[in-house]
């Protein structure tokens, strides 16, 4: 991080930032950045300001500020807010937070993304992890280190992101609906390790306690389990129509037709109904972060 010698201010620098690069595979994102970046440079230069003057307004370094106007980094939300208000740009840069969002999300998780955004009922059960809407930034960055072969740095950080950005459906108005079906063997393995586990049990305690979502957890010892051929999403949005994915149903690819969707709404059932109820699951959760 480099140092304003006027002010003795310490400004962002590049290594600050990882994971804030556009994926040159994602032809749309490039776009939409290099949008962005192009607007800032007009901004700056139409008020006469140098990029190492308007840098130290915003708490950038002059080489980040070049960076971000060349289409080659993404800008933090708070960097275009504070970047409208130094440009006096009238609400244009700050804007383009939304799509600029969109960008930070992996290409293949895209999609997705749009269909969470409208979705009023989420039936959500993965037999391998915590979930991916219920995990701590930090947690999720664990799993994502554990991968081999290894993701890099940034690729790290741009998966974390993109997962964080996710969790805007427990934020949105009106809140939709969601249901979780964990296994206890992802709830006790310390991945990452017991610190990671701790703060993550702590918070699905919080989200447990939200009234639109109900968490359930299918315990080690049962007998009978509806989960074995795989997880399970179903999405359901407020014109009635609904799609689903699992990998026992047309290989995983997401499906829309009435017959396949009742297959996967049918399975989820019946797995609800064999794991802990959500009292129970809360009250398993709390007795789980008292042994860790």
Sequence with gaps: ???????????????????????????????????????????????????????????????LIYKIE????????????????????????????????????????RELAKLEARAVEFQLYDPLNIHGLLQTPEYA????????????????????????????????????????????????????????????????LEVAGLRNVELQVMPMDREEHAGLAGGIEVLKFGDGSAVGRSPAVANGRPVTERKQLHILELRYGIIRAQALTPRESTAFIEQLLGET
Excluded: N
């Design 1 to 63: 991080m480099s140092v304003d010698g006027d002010t003795g201010r310490r400004l962002r620098s590049e290594g600050d930032e990882p994971g804030w690069e556009v994926d040159p595979d994602d032809d749309w994102g490039v776009a939409v950045i290099a949008t962005v970046g192009r607007q800032v440079k007009l901004r700056r230069e139409a008020v006469g300001m140098r990029a190492a003057d308007f840098g130290v307004a915003v708490g950038y370094g002059e080489d």
């Design 70 to 109: 060349a289409g080659k980094r993404i800008p933090r939300p708070e960097f275009l807010d504070k970047a409208d208000e130094v440009l006096g740009a009238g609400g244009l840069l700050s804007a383009m937070k939304e799509d600029v969002a969109k960008v930070r999300y992996p290409k293949k998780v």
């Design 141 to 204: 960055r664990g799993l994502l280190l554990m991968r081999r072969p290894a993701y890099s740095q940034d690729e790290v950080e741009r998966m974390v992101a993109g997962r964080v950005a996710r969790k805007c459906v427990f934020e949105r108005d009106p809140v939709p609906e969601l249901g979780f079906v964990l296994e206890e063997w992802t709830l006790r393995r310390p991945l990452g390790g017991r610190t990671l586990l701790r703060a993550q049990l702590e918070h699905m």
